[in-house]
Each structure stands twice: as structure tokens, then as C-alpha cells.
């Protein structure tokens, strides 16, 4: 079972070496391996940890379009607690090695035609992943090379900033409303602490999808760069905000979203009941049948 995978929040991680050196360690030329590389591979996820700037990129690469399943969500997990346990990490760039697409959220085939016993486990497993990555003593950088609806749209609001690939084929939003299925309340609250209110809640109830530009505009995205680009512009977001001493930038980020994540944390068990209550229903199995076979048709 996931969840029994799961240990404690991790601990404060401490810098080592200088600013100076942190810094020049991140702008390695992007596309090369350092010296001081270290890698580990699963199913789904690839992730590779430059010792030397103690930056690790994670990699999604669950083709055709890096589905939130189940199995997907564990490895995440697994993925995530190796790096914080990693007193060599101190930050994290999150990106998709399939094309076109960062990640296209939650998988529907688990929440279509299974058991509530099933629901209820994916659903915590979709919060353990929101938890981790939100409380993340880690720098983390969204580089959104892709389309990035709904959990996809979650996973890149979750981080400490987000860079996108110019492209005018690249959509990102909280689209859940178009499939007929509420965004929990922790999703609300992460994108309205990025966007405000009032577009958080026109977005939301509309299920919008925004270009690129438009996301930039509203604040659903940090920076917009050329593919080309992408990587080197993470590389040193992250020794930007490495150049910091990691006591004072942690204890900021906790100040910062402790509410939120105190919230969450305090209705979880009632939040996923509500979830897999929802889900069962019948109406809702048919509306995500039929959207189902509506993608199948595409397909063929």
C-alpha cells in the first residue's frame, strides 16, 4: 500500500560551501552531466542529482502524457523523500521528458469504475504528493515544458516558482469543472495564493484553460522562456534563491504556507471521504465514463 511508504516530514536541510560556489555549480552548461552526478531511475520517474550544486532535476516519463496514477504518485513520493534525505540536495527542478506535455493530471481510469476502497487509496496518495512537494524544505522549480491541465496545473503551483516554454500550443489551469468534478479545497487554496481571488475563482468556476501569456499575466506562471532556454533559467532561479542561507529561507517558506498546509492537514481524513463520497456517484461514473470513450474516440 502507498501510504506505507510514507515516513515523517523530513528535516531541515544546512548549506554547504558559498554562495559564490553554489551558484557557479548551478550554471553548468545545460544537456551535460556533471562530474559529480548521481542518478536513480523507476518506472515513471528519472531524477538526477548534481552533487556538486546540490541541485537534482526529476524527470517525468510515463508516456503519452505523464498521468497522475497511483503507481505514479508512489514513485513521486519515493522520488521526493529520497532527495530530502539527501543532505547533498538542496533543490529540485521538476520537468517532463515527454514531449509536448508536462504532465496532463490525474489519471481517470483510477477514479472510474473501482472500488471505494481504491478511491480512498488514491486519493490519499494524490495529497501525499501535495503535502511533500508544498512543505518541501527543498528549493523547487516548475520547468513546465508541456501542457499542464489540472493535477499537472497542482503539481507546478505547489513549487516555489514556475518557468514555462513559450508556445502558443501549451495550455495550463485548474480545468476540473469541465469534467464535471470539484477542485478540493487545497487546490483552491494553492491557486488563489498565486493568482488572488477573484481570478482564482473565475478560473476555477469556468475551468480554464490559459494560454501561456495569459497565465504569465495572472500570475499562474513566474517567467515564460524559449524551450531552448529552459533549463539554463531554472538552473539559476535555483542558485538564486540558493545564494540564501537555508535556515532563514526555510523558516519563510514555513511561515508563509503554514496555514495552508495546516488546513489541509487538519480535514484530510474528512477530505477524502468527501472525495470518494463524490466519486461514487453515479452521475459522476457516467459523466467520466463517457469523457473516457470521448478520448478513446480521439485516439482512434
Not at 63 to 76: I, M, R
Not at 188 to 214: I, M, N
Request: net charge positive.
Amino acid at each position: 500500500m502507498p501510504v506505507s511508504l510514507y515516513a515523517s516530514p523530513p528535516g531541515v536541510l544546512f548549506p554547504r560551501g558559498s554562495p559564490q560556489e553554489w551558484g557557479q555549480a548551478a550554471r553548468q552548461p545545460p544537456g551535460l552531466l556533471p562530474a559529480q552526478c548521481r542518478a536513480f531511475s523507476n518506472n515513471k520517474i528519472l531524477v538526477e542529482l548534481d552533487t556538486s550544486s546540490g541541485v537534482a532535476t526529476m524527470k517525468f516519463k510515463s508516456p503519452p502524457v505523464n498521468s497522475l496514477s497511483l503507481d505514479f504518485l508512489t514513485e513521486f513520493c519515493i522520488s521526493l523523500e529520497k532527495l530530502e534525505n539527501d543532505r547533498a540536495c538542496r533543490g529540485l527542478i521538476i520537468t517532463s521528458a515527454v514531449p509536448r506535455v508536462f504532465s496532463s493530471g490525474l489519471d481517470i481510469n483510477e477514479m472510474c469504475g473501482k472500488s471505494r476502497e481504491h478511491y480512498a487509496e488514491f486519493w490519499r496518495a494524490v495529497q501525499e504528493m501535495w503535502i511533500r512537494l508544498y512543505s518541501s524544505n527543498m528549493v523547487t522549480v516548475a520547468a513546465i515544458n508541456g501542457s499542464s491541465p489540472a493535477g499537472g496545473c497542482l503539481i507546478a503551483l505547489t513549487c516555489d516558482y514556475r518557468i514555462m516554454v513559450e508556445n502558443p500550443k501549451y495550455i495550463i489551469g485548474l480545468n476540473e469543472a469541465q469534467l464535471g468534478i470539484v477542485a478540493p479545497f487545497w487546490f483552491k487554496d494553492t491557486f488563489v495564493k498565486a493568482v488572488g481571488h477573484r481570478v482564482a475563482e473565475r478560473s476555477l468556476q469556468l475551468g480554464l484553460l490559459h494560454s501561456v501569456p495569459e497565465a504569465h499575466r495572472i500570475g499562474l506562471v513566474d517567467e515564460v522562456v524559449p524551450e531552448e532556454k529552459l533549463q539554463e533559467k531554472a538552473a539559476a532561479v535555483v542558485a538564486q534563491w540558493l545564494a540564501l542561507p537555508d535556515h532563514a529561507r526555510q523558516l519563510t517558506k514555513s511561515m508563509m504556507r503554514k496555514a495552508v498546509l495546516d488546513h489541509m492537514l487538519a480535514h484530510r481524513e474528512e477530505d477524502i471521504q468527501n472525495f470518494v463520497n463524490f466519486i461514487s456517484k453515479d452521475s459522476i461514473q457516467k459523466s467520466l465514463s463517457m469523457y473516457m470513450e470521448m478520448l478513446k474516440k480521439k485516439k482512434s
